[in-house]
């Protein structure tokens, strides 16, 4: 077998220009594919990491959309802080819950002034569904809740817009002429998915949300974050909310819930699925190019056995039998399809890396990841094997059923 390997190696090298150009044609498909998969595969890991980013098995419950003459108005004032404290203590599934209050206001401290992306009211366990850690300072309690505290943690963003390199902590800030005292300072977490900085957020007591700021008396809450115990128990645990929330208001059998509850690994799901069909339809565009890569082998295998006709004669004539000439030409044919496979594969990769890096380098936040598929370049050599075999059968074929004295006396 290395003996036919290297004949078939020499008798490529012959017309060297013509070997490269055929190969071209592998080396164009397998490179696409294997940069389109790799994008595809990054842009998962992508979608993933943000998702986890939200916190852990997150459950969203939100109020239900109300309608007028069949037409959406907006949401319906349905959750309470109530709802929440009863979500964490009624439902086995559920490791924390926190009410939230979102409002949107200008922070001043000193000179410098700010208003973040998200500012929000919430419980004490709002860190624990978010999975997110303090860095400086700490947590407000029960205790700062029950009394509606003026307290706020703040993200890392609007520490160095109104700080800049000052320690924040114990000092006071101005939210609509009402003083907060800072006490903690949040873990950086980066940009989401759509570039927003999770960063550039302040979080303060829901009671002191709605007492102070929103200056409300009802006990309303827009929205409710939520924590499964694991991954396994999400739906479950969906099903805890929607039973315990539909008995607390009093909803009938049949009659439409005046909440929603959406967990973000549905959502993630959803995305992971759009992102792998894209994906396996830009591969299989760019596999087009591979059954021309083949095409162009088959050709060229077929000019080979033509120019060839009188060596396969003199091979026939000292003892060469017809599968050791078919064994030949299949070896050429492949060896050109491995040579072309193993170099699209490296141009692959490298072009995957060089998309990455671009993306990386024009998009504001996001890192996006590089992703290399190592059973990837296993089915990229194997498949471009394949169409060596396949295309070069016929050619291989063809050259084994010559007739010994017709090949020898062919000019």
Known sequence: MLITVRIAYRALMKNKMRAALTVLGVVIGIAAVTTMVSLGQSASSLIQSQFQSLGTNVIFVMPARGRRGGVRSGTLPSLTEDDADAISEDCPSILASSPMLFTSMQMVYGNSNWKPDEMLGVGPDYLVVRDWDVRLGGFFTEHDVNAADKVCVLGHTVVKRLFQTANP?????????????????????????????????????YTAVRQRLLRSEFQHVHAILVSSRSIDVMQDAEMEIRNLLADRHRIAPGQPNDFRVQNTTEIADMLGVITGTMTAMLASIAGISLIVGGVGIMNIMLVSVTERTKEIGIRMAVGARGRDILLQFLVESVLLSCVGGAIGFALGIGGSMGITAAINAYSDGVDWPTTISYPAAVVAIVFAAAVGIVFGFYPARRASRLDPIDALRYE
């Open 169 to 205: 902590l114990g000092e006071t800030v101005r939210i609509q002429n009402i003083p907060f005292r800072v006490i903690g300072v949040l873990e950086t977490k980066g940009a989401n998915i759509m570039g927003d900085d999770q960063d550039d957020i302040v979080l303060m007591p």
